[in-house]
């Protein structure tokens, strides 16, 4: 089992639409989860952190969190073909492990059809 | 402010070959990993520095070392490269030792032939 799970895509969603990017992890030890936007071609950028239970909102994004479903998601509000990208989950272990590495996942391919 | 810088952006090298690759963090960030991409995957974990001292380091073999200097900038080094060395090489630099909050630089493509 991988540690952080992601439905490799493409997920295809409407302009307008909402886009639903669903991860999965294995450590019930993990206390900090992020989701990157990643272009082809392109580095990750950090576009959502969320470390407590419950939904964070910023602007067009929601990010859900469910510790005891080892569950996290990202919405994304009126999807524009601008956000056609990979959107990679990332997890960072609970704070009794010395390192601050994050375990990523695979990551979604999202296209948003114009 | 300027962001995570990486050099070089790409670079080709053959196998047995030795790389060395630079970053330099936020400014005042005092954190900075590597992670390495391959096609298709999510970034891995290869190393964490704070402070000049390693903090962690991801199951890459002893070819691949790595160091933090007094600025915080950090160099990566692979040696006897293989071809399955190829791929983008990330910085990341967060605020503290113990912030997950990283923030990544554009990276440096590696191609081993």
């Known amino acids: 089992q991988k540690e952080v799970e992601q439905n490799s895509g493409p997920l295809s969603v409407p302009e307008g639409a909402i886009a639903s990017l669903n991860c999965t992890y294995s450590d019930r030890g993990s206390q900090s989860f992020f989701w990157y936007r990643q272009y082809s071609g392109k580095s990750p950028e950090l576009i959502m952190s969320?470390?407590?239970?419950g939904d964070k909102e910023d602007g067009r994004f929601t990010a859900q969190l469910n510790k005891a479903s080892q569950y996290v998601s990202l919405l994304i509000r009126d999807s524009q073909p601008s956000d056609s990208a990979t959107y990679l989950c990332?997890?960072?272990?609970?704070?009794?492990?010395?390192?601050?590495?994050?375990?990523f996942g695979s990551g979604t391919r999202l296209q948003v059809q114009p | 402010d300027a962001g995570v810088t990486q050099s070089p952006t790409h670079l080709i090298k053959t196998r047995g070959q030795h790389v060395t690759l630079r970053c330099s963090p936020i400014s005042g960030h005092k954190s900075v990993s590597w992670y390495q991409q391959v096609l298709g995957q999510g970034p891995q974990f290869i190393f964490q520095y704070y402070e000049k001292e390693e903090r962690g380091r991801g199951n890459f073999p002893d070819r691949f070392s790595a160091r933090q200097f007094p600025n915080y900038s950090s160099e990566l080094n692979v040696n006897a490269l293989l071809l399955g060395d190829s791929a983008l090489y990330l910085c990341?630099?967060?605020?503290?030792?113990?912030?997950?909050?990283?923030?990544f630089g554009p990276g440096t493509r590696l191609t081993v032939t």
């Open positions: 990332a997890v960072g272990l609970g704070l009794d492990t010395g390192r601050r590495a994050l375990t």
């Open positions: 990341a630099s967060s605020f503290a030792a113990g912030s997950y909050e990283q923030y």
């Open positions: 969320i470390y407590s239970n």
